[in-house]
């Protein structure tokens, strides 16, 4: 009998100690499917977030107004059988909003206090699947255009080369000791020596080429020196193309000067406003531009140096030759058809300042050239011997705190001429920016100057144009000194709006092109890259 008993017992308590195990194992079990469909839902969630993101930037891309006020966004859905992401530049749909701040000069808030820098657009979606929440957040950014040197063909330096950004434009000569942010250099040419660095080379950023980057095999250890990486049989990139016919007085219908004489001397030459020579055209003794437009269709050759501010365009062969010294206020932008050779004494001691551009190919010998050197179109060389290039410092945004309160910029000065043309103006410093807003587009040159006068005199600036797909715009810059009127000036560009619009209709939104930043001639939907990609 006790052993009936102790048998009966230890069944007794194997069967109490296989049911808990069972009760374990089954809650572990319940526990693992929970943690799986957690996992799976909050995989369905966040997969939403990002399809809604990525449908978001799409938009974007097609249409950069997207998401501001005059194209609001509503409420963007992306949907499955069982989760959802949702997304909106609005308030009022329940989801953090995101901001679409593009083409914009200044930073402003966004959604929960994010400061959303200017030229940007700051994208916040929302995934939901069975009670589970995701957030996947994006910044596109516009950034600057980061070759010093941009050619579609093959670059080739010897005697020397430094490639840099600079941090300030100094007041008198760069030295070669400096420290230079970075800057670099791209060759769409493919094949066996789409770049070749000769000797005291020192690129301060990356060399990208499409064929092979060739380093002189007999050049000195160290002497040649690239901070970033080198980037061979990379895939080509976007180089910005200009069409010059737009710069054409001929062409657009502008009032110009007709410049008659092949050969100009007896002393420096200065031109203003906006002027036109027919054939070739040579200049002995330097040319100064005082804020003028010169479109030339011919050869140009100019020796003693180009300085001043302004437009220079030649419909055919380019040589400069005599450059003189560093000038701060010098600055200018240089369009070329076909090739384009320019020469100094010395590479500390001859400076050309703005941004050259060229669908030929590109000879420079001992100067520097302080902006940016384009060689579009099809593929030519770019040949560099005892040349230093360096791009111009970034734009300063406002130190002033932005305060949430704080209404948005707008232009002290609007107007609308009788056909539908209009324009804004805006004053920051010394700085007038002109907007002219058109559909079909218009292209116009509005003269002013400092005192308010119309037509192109000493001191004013002559507006630049380009296009920007349907839209036509200004940048004009005018220095602005304490005795300048400033109402007579931009009543004198009202007047002249008023009398000499082209056809105008539906106002299609603002877009400022500064001529001497390359990436202002590709379209804004080419320059956004995806800065931040977050998921939480």
């Known amino acids: 009998m006790r052993r009936r008993g102790n048998s009966l017992l230890t069944t007794l308590v ?49 249409d950069t107004e997207f998401g501001k006020s005059a194209k609001p966004s509503g409420l963007l859905q992306v949907q499955s059988e069982a989760a959802i992401g949702r997304l909106s530049f609005e308030k009022d749909h329940g989801v953090p909003y995101s901001t679409n701040n593009l083409e914009q000069p200044n930073s402003t808030h966004g959604s929960e206090g994010q400061a959303v820098p200017k030229n940007s657009a700051y994208l916040i979606g929302v995934g939901t699947c069975g009670g589970v929440t995701q957030r996947v957040t994006a910044i596109l950014a516009v950034p600057p255009f980061p070759y010093a040197i941009a050619a579609s063909g093959s670059v080739e330096a ?29 060759a769409n040419q493919s094949g066996s020596q789409s770049v070749f660095l000769g000797s005291d080379t020192h690129v301060s950023g990356d060399v990208r080429s499409a064929g092979d980057i060739v380093l002189d095999p007999s050049a000195p250890p160290e002497s040649i020196q690239v901070k970033g990486q080198l980037r061979s049989n990379s895939a080509p990139e976007k180089i910005p193309t200009i069409e010059l016919s737009h710069y054409d007085p001929l062409i657009n219908g502008s009032q110009y000067n007709s410049l008659t004489q092949a050969i100009y001397g007896n002393g420096q030459t200065k031109l203003s406003g906006i002027n036109r020579r027919e054939g070739p055209m040579t200049v002995q003794e330097g040319l100064f531009l005082d804020g003028a437009n010169l479109f030339v269709h011919g050869d140009l050759n100019v020796l003693g140096g180009l300085t001043g501010k302004g437009v220079l365009v030649v419909d055919g062969n380019v040589t400069i030759s005599g450059q003189s010294d560093f000038d701060s206020s010098n600055g200018m932008a240089v369009l070329s058809s076909h090739d384009f050779r320019i020469s100094g004494s010395d590479p500390s001691g001859s400076y050309f300042q703005g941004l050259v551009y060229t669908e030929g190919s590109f000879n420079a010998d001992k100067v520097t050239l302080v902006g940016s050197l384009v060689a579009a179109g099809e593929p030519k060389p770019v040949k560099l011997t005892e040349t230093r290039i360096f791009q111009l410092p970034p734009p300063v945004e406002s130190a002033q705190p932005l305060s949430p309160s704080s209404p948005a910029p707008s232009p002290i000065f609007s107007t609308t001429s009788s056909n539908g043309l209009s324009a804004d103006f805006t004053v920051n410093g010394n700085t007038l920016h002109i907007e002219i807003h058109s559909s079909p587009p218009a292209i116009l040159d509005v003269p002013f100057g400092p005192g308010g006068g119309g037509g192109p005199q000493a001191g004013g600036f002559q507006a630049l144009y380009a296009p920007d797909g349907p839209v036509y715009s200004f940048f004009a810059q005018h220095n602005f000194g304490p005795s300048t009127n400033i109402t007579g000036v931009l009543t004198t560009i009202d007047n002249y709006l008023h009398e000499n619009g082209t056809s105008g209709g539906t106002v299609t939104g603002p877009a400022v092109i500064q001529i001497n930043d390359p990436s202002s001639f590709l379209k804004l939907n080419e320059r956004i890259r995806i800065v931040m990609w977050k998921e939480e």
């Open 14 to 62: 194997w069967i109490a100690l296989i049911v808990c195990l069972a009760f374990g194992l089954a809650g572990l079990t319940v526990s693992h499917l929970s943690s799986i469909n957690y996992q799976d839902n909050r995989q369905q969630a966040k997969h939403m977030a990002r399809s809604v993101v990525s449908t978001a930037i799409a938009r974007i891309m097609q």
């Open 158 to 186: 010897r005697g020397g080369l430094t490639i840099g950004s600079l941090n300030s434009l100094p007041d008198g000569p760069i030295p070669n000791s400096s420290t230079f942010l970075p800057a670099d250099l791209l």
